[in-house]
């Protein structure tokens, strides 16, 4: 029987990278096989379920990387005169070009059948004819290299070569170059499905009247937008109130069909917090004190459905804590169900514009922006209650636990773009 005047230790603190191996190991076992056929067009940001194989040359004839000259390189010599044989625009295919003439060409156009060197046009001085029916005649001015200015057959991209592997997380010139061989649709993997809600009866969406002890609920806005840019389907359900069987209700709700349910707020031990006893009661659940600042609790779980389980993840209640807890959890819990790399993004060394005398014993991500001279500016105020902080930074900070950092230091800096987009 527990001695109630010698409580037990509180559990140690879970470092993050232990937290992610954790959860990503999890999540990459569960990681998502369906896939379908969509128009290449609209599959930015979607996980190329196959690879793409190119069934042509890029570019697919020799062709000219600048406007000017088609010729041959044996043709020229000091203050050689060439007459003009033809004109080849892109999207036109030359004859044979004619020894010792010049065929004009511009930017794209397929070489002539026997020139082998094209001078661009600020390096030819056309001459005068003396009567309509004489070709137009160039002089070379400037020195030509051989073979110059001619992108080669194939140079880009080899017939039968894989330009995109399968796994590969399509961005916008991943499009570009699905496109430049021909892709007219990609089979991609299906878009996460996560559900979201929120428990509180203190919340309040916005446009409706705000009583006293109520809330905008800006956690709802900030998470459903962070899963919307990492490309999922959202399934909003919305403010569940605040009693068991409500949650519990949601949460069977939640779990059909999705892979995936998200929460704020609500796992802690108040007797309105239902949502921890609820997760028990229709699955399992873990609570995580995470060594980190903001963000440190966090559930994490599954719940049950007839078929499987959804995974489920309780962030924090406070928006800048949800938001950094979002970004270093479950981003990378998505990119696993995704077969993608889920490690945080390699941080690049800045350095500081500011002091920072008094660190946690967390490790802590401190909301700054770069400013003109390259440095980092710290936001003032560093709660977790401040979403205007959010707003104003560009990236977070990563400190190690009890570093103090002095103006000029060199600190990890992760770009919140690197972070939401990874």
């Given at each position: 029987m527990a001695d109630p005047t010698n409580p037990s230790p509180k559990p140690p603190l879970m470092p993050l990278d232990e937290a992610l191996a954790r959860l990503t190991e999890v999540a990459s076992a569960r990681r998502i096989a369906e896939s379908q056929d969509v128009p290449t067009a609209q599959a930015l940001g979607r996980v190329l379920?196959?690879?793409?194989?190119?069934?042509?040359?890029?570019?697919?004839?020799?062709?000219?990387?600048?406007?000017?000259?088609?010729?041959?390189?044996?043709?020229?010599?000091?203050?050689?005169?060439?007459?003009?044989?033809?004109?080849?625009?892109?999207?036109?295919?030359?004859?044979v070009l004619e020894p010792a003439t010049a065929a004009r060409i511009f930017t794209?156009?397929?070489?002539?059948?026997?020139?082998?060197?094209?001078?661009?046009?600020?390096?030819?001085?056309?001459?005068?004819?003396?009567?309509?029916?004489?070709?137009?005649?160039?002089?070379?001015?400037?020195?030509?290299?051989?073979?110059?200015?001619?992108?080669?057959?194939?140079e880009d991209v080899e017939r039968g070569s894989t330009v995109l592997k399968a796994g590969t997380r399509l961005t916008p010139q991943a499009l570009g170059l699905a496109a430049s061989v021909g892709a007219a649709t990609l089979q991609v993997l299906r878009r996460p499905r996560v559900a979201l809600f929120s428990t509180g009866d203190e919340l309040v969406m916005p446009g409706d009247p705000l009583p006293p002890g109520a809330i905008y609920n800006s956690n709802?806005?900030?998470?459903?937008?962070?899963?919307?840019?990492?490309?999922?389907?959202?399934?909003?359900?919305?403010?569940?109130?605040?009693?068991?069987?409500?949650?519990?209700?949601?949460?069977?709700?939640?779990?059909?069909?999705?892979?995936?349910i998200i929460t704020s707020g609500g796992v802690s031990v108040g007797e309105e917090d239902h949502l921890k006893p609820a997760v028990q009661a229709e699955g399992r659940l873990d609570l995580w004190q995470m060594a980190i600042k903001p963000g440190k609790p966090l559930a994490f779980g599954a719940v049950h459905r007839e078929k499987g389980e959804a995974l489920f993840i309780g962030l924090p209640g406070n928006p800048v804590s949800s938001f950094v807890t979002f970004l270093l959890a479950v981003a990378p819990v998505l990119r696993a169900l995704q077969g993608l790399p889920a490690p945080l993004p390699r941080a690049l060394p800045l350095p500081a514009g500011f002091d920072w005398p008094k660190p946690d014993?967390?490790?802590?991500?401190?909301?700054?922006?770069?400013?003109?001279?390259?440095?980092?500016?710290?936001?003032?105020?560093q709660s977790s209650g401040v979403l205007t902080s959010a707003v104003w930074a560009d990236g977070l900070v990563d400190n190690p636990p009890g570093q103090t950092i002095a103006k000029g230091d060199t600190v990890r800096f992760l770009p919140l773009t690197w972070l939401v987009g990874a």
């Open positions: 379920a196959a690879p793409v194989v190119s069934s042509l040359d890029v570019p697919p004839a020799d062709n000219s990387s600048m406007d000017g000259y088609a010729l041959r390189f044996a043709d020229l010599a000091p203050e050689v005169i060439l007459p003009v044989s033809q004109r080849i625009a892109a999207g036109a295919v030359g004859t794209g156009a397929p070489i002539p059948p026997g020139a082998d060197t094209v001078v661009m046009q600020e390096q030819c001085e056309p001459l005068a004819v003396d009567a309509p029916e004489e070709r137009a005649r160039i002089r070379v001015t400037g020195p030509v290299e051989p073979g110059q200015w001619i992108r080669r057959r194939g709802r806005f900030t998470l459903r937008a962070l899963l919307e840019a990492a490309g999922c389907e959202v399934d909003d359900i919305g403010i569940v109130p605040d009693n068991l069987e409500a949650t519990r209700q949601a949460l069977r709700r939640a779990a059909q069909g999705n892979d995936l014993k967390r490790r802590e991500f401190l909301r700054v922006r770069l400013n003109e001279q390259g440095a980092l500016e710290l936001f003032a105020n």
